[in-house]
């Protein structure tokens, strides 16, 4: 279910990237309990233009919110999934690339199930129907 904001609440199998299609080759981005980046995957630095030892430290809200409300509802619903332990999809968001421009994606955030209270944030770039 998509709600006008761009958020949704879906459970996407497993085997499936966060745009719903097998094999898709998503970026992630680990976040600790409090909403700070922790790990950057090698494709998440490829689509965003970003170092890992640039992002990690800082709040995921330095990456998510960029230049609308609509961005910054979407990094206020992810810290509010990360604190209630719950997966959350939202289907457009736009991510800040290094270089200024913005990378629309479509993101998974998923709690993860070590013990870190962390969550995941699986994410590929939206394509031109």
Known sequence: ?????????ARA?????????????????GLDREGHIESVSAAAQQLLGWA??????KPVIALTGVGSGEALAHATS???????RRQLRLVETRFRRRD???AT???T?????????????AFAPLCAA
């Open 1 to 9: 279910m998509r709600a006008n904001s761009g958020i949704a609440l």
């Open 13 to 29: 199998p497993a085997s499936a990237g966060p745009g719903g299609r097998e094999g898709a080759l998503p970026g992630s981005i």
């Open 52 to 57: 890992h030892e640039e992002l990690v430290g």
């Open 78 to 84: 992810m810290l509010r999934a990360l604190r209630e």
């Open 100 to 102: 200024g421009a913005q």
């Open 105 to 107: 994606v479509t993101c």
């Open 109 to 121: 955030a998923l709690p993860r199930t070590d013990g870190s209270g962390g969550m995941t944030l």
